[in-house]
């Protein structure tokens, strides 16, 4: 692992894991992260809470665990209902922000969150959009797509947005459809 750039994070997927809910490998991560100094991130086999624990504990920087959220195995609002009374409010919306972060989904799938106002709390895919305004961006054929999705949400709770985005690694915008939101989804602020 010597030859490896110590400025790349890695990502260590379990193949054999994925999508079965047998818990993570701790024996191979341990092993990794005491042989590089990279950040770790690790994925399959996440069947619960604590092997999300156990694996921060082992020194992972993040945990892929799309099967688990896809599966209502790691469930979002419990949660928040778990931790609102020991996490502070800053400490909780880290933590809810941390996994969704690291949830993918298919191939080339991930999760964002923004805000009604539109304001981008977080997307993994395009970090620099952080913190940023949305209410200007829209795709080539006009759609002001952050602004839609804060208008469905706020008007109706759920819906759906066509709209144009490229798929990461790539520039080509291509016909993309929201996620349908949840009526009762976790709210972050």
Known sequence: ??????????????????????????????????????????????????????????GAQGVLIATAVHKGILNLKEIIEKYKDKLSKDELKKLLIDIVSETRYGKSGYFWINDTTPKMIMHPIKPSLNGKDLSGVKDPNGV?????????ASKNGEGIVEYHWPKPGSKKPILKVSPDFEKNSPKLA
């Open 1 to 58: 692992m010597e030859n490896i750039n110590k400025n790349i994070p890695l990502i260590i997927l379990d193949i054999s894991s994925v999508g079965t809910q047998k818990g993570i490998n701790r024996e191979l991560i341990k092993n990794i992260i005491d042989k590089t100094n990279n950040s770790i991130y690790i994925g399959g086999g996440i069947k619960d809470e604590n092997d999300l624990k156990d694996a921060y504990n082992l």
């Open 144 to 152: 002001y797509l952050f602004v839609e999705m804060a208008k469905i």
